[in-house]
Structure formats: C-alpha cells, structure tokens
C-alpha cells in the first residue's frame, strides 16, 4: 500500500468514527464541487479539530479569514452558542455566495456573516467598527499574506484568544529560506513573527492524511 493511500485509509477510519459528515456538511462539501470551487477546503476531522479548539476555548466570537465554500465556518460555527458571532472574510464574491447558501442551510445565518471582499482591505473596516475582541481566529486564506493576517489579528484579539494558522508546511517547502515563492515567503514570515513577537507564543505541527503533507501553526495570545 503506498504511503497516500494509507494516509487517505487512515483519515477514512479515524472521520468515519470521530467525525463523520452529517448531511449538511455532505451537501455543503457537493455544493462546492458543483461550484467548481478549488478542492481545499479542511478534512472533516480537521474541522472537528476547529470545532473542539473552539469549544474548549468557550468561544463566543470568531473571525475566520477565507471562507471558501463554507465547510470549516459551519464547523466553527457549530462551536459557538446562540448568542455568539462568526464572521468570516472571502475575496471571492462567487465563493461567498456558495458560503451563504451553506451556512443557511446548516441554520448558522443567525450568527455568521460573511463578508465579500480581498481581506486586507475587509480587516481595518472591521477594526473601525470597534468589534469586542474575538476569542479566535482562523487563518486560511492567500498564504502571501499569512503574516499580516497574524498581526491584524493579534489587533482583534485579547490575551487568551487563540490564533490557528492553516497550511503552513506548504509540502515541505516552508524549510526553504531562498524560495522566492510568495505562499512560503508569506508562510515563513508568519511562522516568524509568531517566534519572535512578544505577546505570541506558539507552535506548528506537521500533518499527513488525504490533502497531503501539511500543517498548522497555532498560536495563544498573551498579555
């Protein structure tokens, strides 16, 4: 058996029991295919990864940056209680509009929002409005741009909120400190800033399963 289809066997076992797709997720997951949007959103037990960290952190507020189809804003939005806020950022106005049938249909339109636009010009409107710290924040968007993610969050956030970045391992090439491409540029400067930055303290983990070889980085922030 080769290596990635044990890694896919794996994923198989451990979702089918830990975290199986109920019928929402499934229609959201077709949804997106149907859409033609690109094929990266998380696995299913990387979102209930998403959704435990939040519920262990007694989330009431999130910002997600990068919706895509929806998938892993239900699962965040599933962590939330009814009275709390998901807001999540999309560049794109076709993917965000497959995102909201979505989280319609999963019954999460009360309390996500999510808002059309490159997330960079999104994030200072939404630092204007003076919004309550959010509790998290999860980084999966256009990795370029990973470490000025991390510092508006670091601005939307309090001491004790939670910091989850995406994709970080980028198949092994996040260890090439002369690769001219902007995702590891991006990725590195994130890991970077999160090593150096004093009110940060974190860490990364490498991942197999049935997206590959990747990562996470997750940080806390302190006081």
Do not use: C
């Not at 959201?28 to 262990?56: C, F, M, W, Y």
């Not at 999460?108 to 010009?121: F, N, S």
């Not at 989850?164 to 198949?171: E, Q």
């Amino acid at each position: 058996m080769s290596g990635s289809q044990l890694w896919d066997d794996v994923d198989f076992y451990f979702s089918s029991h830990l975290s199986p797709d109920d019928e929402v997720l499934q229609a959201a997951l077709r949804d997106s295919e149907a859409a033609q949007l690109p094929h990266v959103n998380v696995t299913a037990n990387q979102g209930k990864l998403l959704q435990l960290l939040a519920e262990i952190h007694n989330a009431r507020t999130i910002l997600e940056i990068g919706t895509l189809g929806g998938y892993s804003t239900i699962w965040l939005g599933r962590a939330l209680p009814a009275d709390g806020r998901l807001i999540s950022l999309e560049y794109s106005a076709r993917h965000a509009e497959v995102a909201v049938r979505n989280i319609a249909r999963a019954g999460l339109d009360k309390i996500v929002e999510v808002r059309v636009g490159p997330a960079l010009e999104s994030l200072p409107k939404l630092a204007d409005e003076n919004p309550a710290p959010f509790d998290l924040v999860f980084i999966d968007a256009d990795k370029s741009n990973n470490a000025h993610y991390v510092e508006w969050a670091l601005r939307l956030t309090r001491a004790g909120s939670l910091i989850i970045v995406d994709n970080v391992v980028r198949g092994g090439r996040v260890v090439d400190a002369e690769s001219i491409e902007p995702d590891v540029r991006g990725t590195r400067a994130a890991i970077e800033l999160i090593a150096a930055h004093p009110r940060l303290s974190g860490t990364a983990v490498q991942t197999v399963g049935s997206k590959g070889y990747d990562g996470f980085a997750m940080a806390r922030v302190l006081a």
